[in-house]
């Protein structure tokens, strides 16, 4: 993981946002961090070499796994959520099995 993580939290959430490489950092204007109401949880980080598109970095010790930012109303009915589906929710386990046990 190249970014640094920033803050703790104070327990740990079930699941975790991630997003895949389906992200296009929405041209410069993330929809998922409106929706986060965590601040600086949902970080864009540029692509320095396909401006203005990015990606979103989504910090795992400040995600709270609330899934607003995957909200796509009841059966999909309005779009809210990511435009290109690159978010999912991965279980805490899963997450960090992969990545490393996180330090709360
Ligand atoms: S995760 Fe989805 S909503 Fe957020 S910046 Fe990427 S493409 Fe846009
Ligand atoms: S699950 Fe909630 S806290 Fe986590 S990134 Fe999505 S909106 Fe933010």
């Given at each position: 993981m190249a970014e640094a993580l920033t803050a703790k939290r104070k327990r740990k959430p079930k699941d975790i946002?991630?997003?895949?490489?389906?992200?296009?950092?929405?041209?410069?204007?993330p929809v998922c961090q409106t929706l986060c109401p965590v601040d600086e949880c949902m970080i864009l980080c540029h692509d320095e070499a396909h401006d203005?598109?990015?990606?979103?970095w989504v910090d795992p010790l400040k995600c709270i796994g609330c899934?607003?930012?995957?909200?796509?109303?009841?059966?999909?009915?309005?779009?809210?959520?990511?435009?290109?589906?690159?978010?999912?929710?991965?279980?805490?386990e899963s997450w960090e099995g992969r990545n490393g046990t996180l330090p709360y």
């Open positions: 946002a991630v997003i895949t490489d389906n992200c296009t950092g929405c041209a410069g204007s203005p598109f990015g990606y979103i899934k607003k930012c995957i909200t796509k109303g009841p059966e999909g009915l309005w779009l809210e959520g990511c435009p290109w589906n690159a978010i999912e929710m991965e279980t805490l």
